[in-house]
């Protein structure tokens, strides 16, 4: 999750879905589109979800409400830009870094250790709250955010090369364990941000990454072919 509000362009990500509320590749938008998006998000960490109008952000942005509505269509596409841009950018930019690397332990290491960076920020870490905690009841951002642990999963198991790409899993006992390692993983990040959000000093995010890749690494020796 970048804390970084430089708008970020180029070539599509590879996960997203160009057919959502936005209906384009984030990284693909406008400039004023971009900075709609990091206004909204300051916003969502700032003043909370309830703040996050199409009103309230056009007038931040210095924009009109009809640019707002031009642009993301609704409420639930803004969320959908905004979500983007806390959590699937940087981890898909996370993905990037650490699939190449060997062997499958400094690998593992690193891509664990990169999740515990995720996180680190506890502003960041309460926008997160904040949109998870709200956004459900809006079956379009629900869709999404379904979408997008599906995504983390996937990319968890992509990056331990137990499962290639764009492959779906399968039905074995070992395929169900690696499943619910990768849900398990994702439990953690989610669990550790709100924990950070409320009490940034009291945890050792080091200290729970390092337990969370030892046991991935007992896991994985055990379910090797």
Known sequence: MSGKDT????????YSN???????????????????IIVARRL????GFDALTIENVALEANVSPGTVRRLFASKAGL???VWDRLQIEPWEALVERTKNI??????LHAYVSGLGDLIADPLIAIGLAELASHGFRDPVVREKLADDYDLARSSTLEITGLRPAGSRPGDTPRDRRLQALAS?????????????AVDPDGVDRDAVFALLADMARLLLADQAP
């Not at 708008?7 to 590879?14: D, K, N, S, V």
């Not at 057919?19 to 384009?24: A, N, R, S, W």
């Open 184 to 196: 398990m993983i994702v439990a953690v990040i989610d669990g550790l941000a709100l924990q950070v």
């Open 79 to 81: 969320i959908h830009a």
């Open 102 to 107: 060997e062997p499958l332990d400094e690998r």
């Open 44 to 47: 969502l960490i700032e003043r």
């Open 7 to 14: 708008p970020r362009r180029g070539r599509p990500r590879r």
């Open 18 to 36: 160009p057919q959502g509320p936005l209906g384009q590749w984030l990284n693909d938008l406008s400039p004023t589109a971009l900075h709609i």
